[in-house]
């Protein structure tokens, strides 16, 4: 059984830094691209960040150069820094391991596992 499991969201100012992690079981981690995906009440679920199992990365316009994704293969888990947070980062972030290689890393739907979303508010 696949699981992610999120953690490191909280409350924190504007200008602030978070680190959220996951965690993965259940899967092959090295095999897969790992995804930070955003959601907020009442719009659609927002691309972030993705890494591949080679360790390239791909960023959303919003976040370039204050979000850094990285992976730890030997630990099965993906982080996700967050610096210079904005109250418009705030939102629900879920990680998300996709099997499949190519392109579509920004598209939720490509994706086969999600974990549950850990809560970000950034406060102004």
């Known amino acids: 059984q696949v699981q992610l499991v999120e953690s490191g969201g909280g409350l924190v100012q504007a200008g602030g830094s978070l680190r959220l992690s996951c965690a993965a079981s259940g899967l092959t981690f090295s095999g897969y691209t790992m995804g930070w995906f955003r959601q907020v009440p009442g719009k659609e679920r927002e691309f972030v960040v993705a890494i591949r199992s080679g360790g390239s990365t791909y960023y959303a316009d919003s976040v370039k150069g204050r979000f850094t994704i990285s992976r730890d293969n030997a630990k099965n888990t993906v982080y996700l820094q967050m610096n210079s947070l904005k109250p418009e980062d705030t939102a629900v972030y879920y990680c998300?391991?996709?099997?499949?290689?190519?392109?579509?890393?920004?598209?939720?739907?490509?994706?086969?596992?999600w974990g549950q979303g850990t809560q970000v508010t950034v406060s102004s």
């Open positions: 998300a391991a996709r099997r499949a290689t190519g392109w579509g890393y920004r598209d939720g739907g490509s994706y086969d596992y």
